[in-house]
């Protein structure tokens, strides 16, 4: 614990550091391509019946539902959820288009800020526990799709618990030194030399199923170690390899047979359980074939 909290002194200090610097880490321009009026409370047109069902499908894929939504709750997306981490819970915002406790006062633009660079609507910092390193990946057509779909769903009014973790975590300034370390600042990037299944696997993968999150092991500041895909531990659940490694990981295991734990959670080899089990239920059992495959064929060949 002792050396946790001088980490996070540093990170503090790394913070200061960065808060003085023109830092490309903390530039969320790209977010200026959304709209910067607020109409988060006004339903989508009819005519954007298509793209509202696409943003469900980006939701899904996402799994937002995951985090967004208490134990028990009958209501999604109307937050209360603590995500547990080593540095305390952080409870999940409610993100319905509620305009007192959710995001019905937001703009496309705030929508977009919060999920690609962890700022708030009042340029806040947000904990790295939303996973918006991976996130600040999905394309603009993607993220306003989901918007649509957002601001599609019930209104929830839920009043979520503030986060308060002890000293230093408590001080978001700390976030600009976490994110001059650790953000990546990037938009997805295909590689020319793979395949287009290959691409959208490596897309569904590293932004909108965000899988480090949970299978790329971390250092003492919560920001991913140089181990991608090989193993993580959450809390008292393991993340196992994922990677091609034959002996930790899923090197052995076929397309189908990777297909088939998505989709159904179990295979000859494993069956899925705690969180995820629930990254099943709430995801990867509703992505398309076309999807599965693909994130198969992308974990296949990743080295160990």
Known sequence: MKKTKIAGAVAVIVAAVAAGMLWQNGDSAADDVADNQTLAS????SSEADAVARGRYIAIAGD???????????E???????????????FASNITPDTQTGIGNWTERDFYRAVRHGKGKEGENLYPAMPYNAYVKVSDRDMHDLWLYMRSVKPVHNPVPATN???PYNIRLAMMGWNLLFFKNHGFEPDATQSAEWNRGAYLVDALEHCGACHTPKNSLGGDRD???????LAEWHAPDITSNSY?????????????????????????SGPMA???????????????????????????
């Not at 109307?78 to 952080?90: E, K, N, Q, R, W």
Request: aromatic letters at 8%; a negative charge.
């Open 42 to 45: 006004q339903p989508p047109e």
């Open 64 to 74: 937002c539902v995951a985090c967004h939504t208490a134990p028990g709750s009958k």
């Open 76 to 90: 999604p997306f109307s937050g209360g959820y603590a995500i547990s981490t080593p540095f305390g819970g952080i």
């Open 165 to 167: 973790l002890g000293f």
């Open 227 to 233: 181990a991608y895909l090989q193993g993580s531990n």
């Open 248 to 272: 930790t990981g899923i090197g052995g295991w076929s397309l189908d047979q990777i297909t088939q734990y998505l989709k159904l959670g179990s295979n000859h080899v494993a069956v899925a």
């Open 278 to 304: 629930e990254a099943v239920s709430n995801s990867t059992q509703h992505l398309t074939e076309a999807d599965l495959h693909a994130i198969a064929v992308y974990l296949k060949l990743q080295p160990d």
